[in-house]
């Protein structure tokens, strides 16, 4: 039997997810992309035996069954619409998808509501009419959260998609993640990133400016490699990246290290074949100078450490200064994909040599 799936991703993350389901040879149809405000949704078809396989995903922050999918919302009178064609069945059936109580207490729903843009509809009245039919027909179910069933709306292009989210907070946010330190990458955003730099059993694989280490600790969750390490210029960074590699199974090697200085990397000369990085972007790591200084020595010396064929995937938000930087010492780029970082659309440059 097939099931209609939604995810939910960050902006420009969708299309990677897709490609994640095939890295995984999970099969899926049916794939199309809706924007949202801050998100994006990537609805597809699965078969029911491949649900499982689904909560292996790195790229995504949250998994639905889809109850009903493009119902036309352009009036308020558009909205009984929303809870016709026996939506308690319907509900009822997709419940068998959420994992059973351990223990046998009331039942909290909650209905909430993502859009694409304001409209004349408010999203408060998508909500209230869902809502008020839960009551209706689920007595026993209190509105309250934390929910134990949690209905999410996907409102964009005026119309409605409905969906019982499968997955907890735990499933986006990285146990091995506990302390956070601002500029520090998604997790999510750190497999895409993976995942566009083609993980092979032979990289040898270097974030020269790791921060706390997501991007070196999602690797190791994509399959074999020769080597993963990396490390930072701030001490309190390494000492957290060190905390936080201790649960992962796989070594991770974390230096306390200004990788533009080619004796910090002397050890790695030759060997490696995948530098996979964020740099520091914005004001808060400096001015534009200070800024396109650092992007050209980091440049420079990973670019010299790098084995013949190896690749730099770089991410950042700072396209002018990347680019001057790269013309200006002639290195072969590609840029390959573009996402939303904590609402600033950044850039993925692919450097080979
Ligand atoms: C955007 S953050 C990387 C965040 C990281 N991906 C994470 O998830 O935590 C950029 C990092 O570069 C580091 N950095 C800046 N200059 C550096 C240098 N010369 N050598 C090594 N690290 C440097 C900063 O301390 C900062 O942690």
């Known amino acids: 039997m097939l099931a209609r799936i939604a995810i939910v991703t960050a902006p420009g993350i969708g299309k990677i997810a897709i490609e994640e389901l095939v890295f995984k040879k999970i099969p899926y149809a049916d794939a199309i992309t809706l924007p949202l405000k801050t998100q994006e949704v990537t609805l597809f078809n699965i078969k029911n035996e491949h649900i499982k396989n689904l909560f292996s995903l790195r790229t995504v922050e949250d998994i639905f069954i889809i109850l009903f999918e493009g119902v036309d919302i352009k009036k308020k009178k558009d909205l009984i619409r929303l809870i016709q064609n026996n939506l308690k069945d319907n509900i009822l059936s997709k419940l068998t998808y959420l994992p059973a109580k351990k223990k046998k207490t009331t039942t909290n729903f909650w209905v909430f509501v993502k859009q694409d843009?304001?409209?004349?509809?408010?999203?408060?009245?998508?909500?209230?009419?869902?809502?008020?039919?839960?009551?209706?027909?689920?007595?026993?179910?209190?509105?309250?959260?934390?929910?134990?069933?949690?209905?999410?709306?996907?409102?964009?292009?005026?119309?409605?998609?409905?969906?019982?989210?499968?997955?907890?907070?735990?499933?986006?946010?990285?146990?091995?993640?506990?302390?956070?330190?601002?500029?520090?990458?998604?997790?999510?955003?750190?497999?895409?990133?993976?995942?566009?730099?083609?993980?092979?059993?032979?990289?040898?694989?270097?974030?020269?400016?790791?921060?706390?280490?997501?991007?070196?600790?999602?690797?190791?969750?994509?399959?074999?490699?020769t080597f993963i390490g990396g490390g930072d210029i701030d001490e309190r960074a390494v000492e957290i990246a060190k905390d936080n590699t201790k649960s992962i199974n796989t070594h991770i090697m974390i230096d306390c290290w200004d990788s533009t200085i080619f004796s910090a990397l002397k050890d790695h000369h030759g060997k490696v074949n995948k530098i996979v990085t964020n740099i520091p972007f914005g004001k808060k790591f400096g001015e534009k100078k200070e800024l396109k200084l650092l992007y050209t020595k980091a440049l420079n010396c990973w670019y010299k450490v790098l084995s013949t064929e190896g690749e730099i995937f770089l991410l950042t938000s700072q396209n002018k200064i990347i680019e001057s930087v790269l013309k200006e010492i002639a290195m072969n780029y590609k840029k390959i994909h573009s996402f939303s970082v904590q609402g600033i659309y950044s850039t993925v440059y692919k450097i080979i040599k």
């Open 117 to 225: 843009n304001d409209r004349f509809v408010h999203r408060g009245d998508i909500s209230d009419i869902i809502s008020n039919y839960i009551s209706k027909y689920f007595k026993k179910w209190i509105k309250r959260e934390p929910a134990d069933v949690e209905l999410w709306a996907f409102y964009a292009k005026q119309k409605v998609t409905l969906g019982i989210r499968l997955t907890k907070i735990s499933f986006r946010q990285r146990k091995y993640k506990e302390i956070e330190r601002s500029g520090s990458l998604r997790p999510t955003l750190a497999s895409a990133l993976i995942l566009l730099s083609n993980p092979k059993p032979d990289d040898y694989f270097i974030d020269p400016m790791c921060g706390v280490g997501t991007i070196l600790i999602e690797r190791s969750f994509w399959g074999p490699t």
